[in-house]
């Protein structure tokens, strides 16, 4: 069965199916007055690490049941500081899962894992953290064999 998966995966590529390259990221915005306390970036990955064996994301595709984990890279995180309107800072996490080309439904479903990796990290209220964002980065390519 699992050669007939990567057959039928290797026809959809050569026939120019559009696939999908994604890039998460889960970003700490620093609360107001803890602009200068020292944050422990390594607690902050060791919570993402912890929310996401609570909610791995998956293929829920019947035709690709292959288990990949959900969160195969995690950065050290960057700290950022904007100084537009005031002191703002953040601190940057980027996620990779061990998925190189996705299709359009498992984008949606990538989404909604890094929402809920969010929303339960804020529910930790970390000290000084004022808010947990989820962002996605989305790349397109398309393949065709020359004949």
Known sequence: MRNWILENRLANLIRGERRYNVKGNIVFEIGHGCHNMELDLQQLAAAIREVDAMFPWHDDD????????????LSGGRVVVHDLNGPLKMVWFDLFTEYRDIRRSQVYAYEKYLAKLAEELAKKKFVGIAEVTSAIEVRTSRHFRVN
């Open 62 to 73: 019947i035709d690709s049941k292959m288990n990949h984990k959900s969160l195969f890279y």
